[in-house]
């Protein structure tokens, strides 16, 4: 059981997110370099230009932080979906009262 459960994440984890997926890690490095700049710049253009490089790099790491919890939450969500039947199975339908 366990086996089939890993493989079937690990499968999960290859195919590519829906098309609302954004890309956290880019948007990161660049909000964080804006900030960055902004509160170095407190400390004169050499200030300005380590907050940039700061900001930067760590927008871009909470940026992959907030990408990769994405994921996480996009497959736990497709086997919850799963398990009741949402995407597969029939979610809702009545069973039949008739005898086979």
Known sequence: MANSTSEKH?????KPLKPNHTHGEIAGAIAGEVVGGIVGSLAGPPGAVAGMVVGAAVGALAGEVLDQEAQRSHIHDEDLDDEI???SGDLGAAKSRLPK
Do not use: Q, R
């Not at 690990?10 to 290859?14: C, G, L």
């Open 10 to 14: 690990a499968a999960k984890t290859e």
């Open 85 to 87: 039947g949402v995407t």
